[in-house]
Structures are given as C-alpha cells and as structure tokens.
Nanobody, 128 residues
C-alpha cells in the first residue's frame, strides 16, 4: 500500500505562488503515475496534472491551468505542484493520488477513479 501526504497549502493573495508537496511512503515501487486533483465543496474532484513516476515525465492532459507545473524528486519520493499567478478560482482542497496501473489511454488519468491511493488533502485559499 502507498501512503501519501500533502503539504504546502495556505492562504495567498491573488497573483501569489505556492508549491505543494506530496510525499509517498510504503510501497512506492507500485507507483506508476502520481496525479494532482482539486475539489471545491459541493463540486466534483477536478483533475489538475499528472506525472509518470519512474522518470518524471509530465503528461499534457486536459485544459488545466497553464500556471501550474508538476515535478517530482524520485530519491525523496516526493512530487510537487508549483502554482504561480494564483487566482481566487484556484481556491480548493488539493489532493495527490497514486495509480499503480499502466494506462495505455492517458486520458484515463484525468479521472479520479483511475487512482488507488489518496492523500488527505491540503487547503489552498487565494484571496482577491
């Protein structure tokens, strides 16, 4: 089993930046893809970005914010989400999730159902 823990959330003014971290522990050798999602109360979880764990290849999926950059530090078992020029509509709880399956159709990675393990989330609030 993989355990995920997010950190780095907080409150920033519009235009500010945050870097979220997702640290994996346990059976990290099972991770094929690490994804970031966000959720606003009352709405469905929304895909943000995803990265191939073994080599750090960042997938170009969806029309998510071009202001966000995903990366990972393999020796540290940590993935990052760098968020720049934040807007009030980016306010949400941000989650990281791991997928242990190889997905030939990469758009599947945009669905929360593709992921096996989830962190508890970290709150990001952007004030106007």
């Amino acid at each position: 089993q993989v355990h995920l823990a997010e950190s780095g959330g907080g409150t920033v003014p519009a235009g500010g930046s945050l870097r979220l971290s997702c640290t994996a522990s346990g059976r990290t050798d099972n991770i094929v893809t690490l994804g970031w999602f966000r959720q606003v109360l009352g709405k469905e979880r929304e895909f943000v970005s995803a990265i191939r764990w073994i080599d750090g290849f960042a997938y170009s999926l969806g029309s998510g914010p071009g202001r966000f950059t995903i990366s990972r530090d393999y020796p540290k078992n940590t993935a990052y989400l760098q968020m720049d020029n934040l807007k009030p509509e980016d306010t949400a709880i941000y989650y990281c999730a791991s997928d242990k399956e190889y997905r030939p159709v990469k758009t599947v990675l945009m669905s929360a159902t593709a992921y096996d393990e989830w962190g508890q989330g970290t709150q990001v609030t952007v004030s106007s």
